[in-house]
């Protein structure tokens, strides 16, 4: 195990690894139920959506920790899960026996650019500004997600969001489990963010905030997956919208993915691991459309584990087995309350801001277009229209400012396929 994942080199341990993957699993793992749901409002059954997100997200780390040796997470992207039920299903009308064709088609595009020097070229034609800003708004969306899990803020008629119940026990709750996650956090005490999800846990359980009732083992439906399971169909191939829309979907997967593994890879401080990782998650979303799901992405959450000492493709391994034997018992998985897993969030999404300062605030054609897609990640919900704003600002402001010589002509490509996307999403 040393010798395959270099864990010296790393600087790290076998210990480190299965804890940073438990964590890593702890953050994620509301994924299973969270997807299935989304993939049931476009007519995939849920008992079926779960088995499928399971073994996607197991397949998709397995795959990233072997081949690429990081700890980042594949699992089905919230955002690109929507897209696929409410975007192609409902809206485009598409089934989403068709929708899964698309997915598969995304992932072949996506091998394609990233097995070639299509991915240098892309990589290299993003302005650092622009990497920098995804980190940071997805920063700020780790935190709104921690906030909003724990009841801490609310949607609000009137003034889009609020504050919260302050008086709720899940928010009280929440709220002692941030103070002890920074306190452990900043003492480097070991297992720091595991041992706050224990505490926070055992103290929401221990004031009525989640309880074991209803614990089980369940055996899982695989009758009902296998209705699922390969059920890609192709009727809609002679559509130029189906071809359109598969081109649309692995556009938004690159940049993401593109966006995500930069910020990953910088935690890490490893970024050459970017190209492999990139392959790996290609690879990823092809498996994606034959288990029956949307698009497998980079996790955010991937920063949970790095932040507690994953350094290698063990952490990812052991989150992937995690998910495995999760599919016997669901309901356990439920047991571990947003109060638990909400002040992670918000620890690692403040840890991300700091790369603010590597954004120069001297030039407004830099700083404009990067500082619009830190405030539209979150505000959106939505990690690709966010990159989408601001990829299409840059080459325009550098033009309108004769500085159109500092943009790579792939730069301009890849706003041009943005405005694409838009047209495909909104006007068809």
């Known amino acids: 195990m040393e010798r395959f994942f270099n864990l010296k080199q790393h600087g790290t341990t076998i210990g480190k690894e299965f804890s940073a993957g438990l964590i890593s699993y702890i953050t994620v793992v509301y994924i299973i139920i969270v997807n299935a749901t989304i993939l049931a409002v476009a007519g995939i059954p849920m008992e079926a959506g779960i088995i499928a997100t399971i073994l996607t997200s197991f397949v998709g780390c397995v795959i990233i920790g072997f081949w690429s040796n990081t700890p980042i997470l594949l699992i089905p992207g919230m955002g690109l899960n929507a897209m696929f039920t409410y975007t192609i299903v409902q809206s485009g009308g598409f089934k989403w026996q068709e929708a899964l064709a698309m997915v598969f088609v995304s992932g072949l595009i996506?091998?394609?650019?990233?097995?070639?020097?299509?991915?240098?070229?892309?990589t290299s034609s993003i302005p650092n500004s622009l990497k920098e800003a995804i980190t940071i708004g997805i920063g700020i969306l780790l935190i709104l997600i921690g906030f909003d899990n724990a009841g801490i803020i609310t949607s609000s008629e009137h003034t889009l969001l609020a504050i919260g119940d302050l008086s709720s026990p899940t928010v009280i709750i929440t709220f002692i489990g941030l103070i002890i996650t920074v306190l452990l956090f900043i003492k480097n005490v070991p297992?720091?963010?595991?041992?706050?999800?224990?505490?926070?846990?055992?103290?929401?359980?221990?004031?009525?905030g989640s309880g074991s009732e209803g614990l089980s083992f369940t055996t899982p439906d695989f009758q009902q997956y296998f209705g699922v399971f390969g059920q890609l169909s192709w009727g809609a191939a002679g559509n130029i919208v189906f071809w359109l829309t598969s081109i649309s979907l692995a556009m938004v997967l690159v940049f993401e993915n593109i966006g995500l593994i930069h910020g990953h890879s910088k935690m890490l401080k490893r970024p050459e691991s970017s190209k492999k990782s990139l392959q790996a998650t290609a690879v990823s979303v092809l498996s994606s459309g034959v288990f029956g799901t949307s698009p497998t992405v980079a996790s955010v959450e991937t920063a949970a584990g790095i932040t507690a000492g994953g350094r290698t493709g063990l952490t990812s391994i052991v989150t992937?087995?995690?998910?495995?034997?999760?599919?016997?018992?669901?309901?356990?998985i439920k047991m571990v309350p947003a109060s638990a897993v909400s002040p992670i969030l918000i620890l690692i999404g403040v840890l991300m801001l700091q790369n603010i300062v590597n954004i120069s605030?001297?030039?407004?054609?830099?700083?404009?277009?990067?500082?619009?897609?830190?405030?539209?990640?979150?505000?959106?919900?939505?990690?690709?229209?966010?990159?989408?704003?601001g990829f299409i600002l840059?080459?325009?402001?550098?033009?309108?400012?004769?500085?159109?010589?500092?943009?790579?002509?792939?730069?301009?490509?890849?706003?041009?396929?943005?405005?694409?996307?838009?047209?495909?999403?909104?006007?068809f």
């Open 110 to 122: 996506f091998i394609v650019i990233v097995f070639t020097p299509l991915a240098k070229v892309i």
């Open 191 to 208: 297992g720091n963010l595991l041992l706050s999800i224990l505490i926070t846990s055992v103290l929401s359980i221990w004031f009525g």
């Open 320 to 332: 992937g087995v995690m998910f495995l034997v999760s599919i016997l018992f669901i309901p356990v």
């Open 361 to 389: 605030m001297d030039d407004f054609t830099e700083s404009f277009p990067a500082l619009l897609i830190i405030v539209l990640i979150p505000l959106t919900y939505s990690i690709a229209d966010g990159m989408a704003i």
């Open 394 to 427: 840059y080459p325009l402001m550098k033009l309108l400012m004769g500085k159109g010589k500092e943009i790579h002509p792939a730069l301009y490509m890849i706003a041009i396929l943005f405005i694409s996307n838009f047209v495909i999403q909104y006007v």
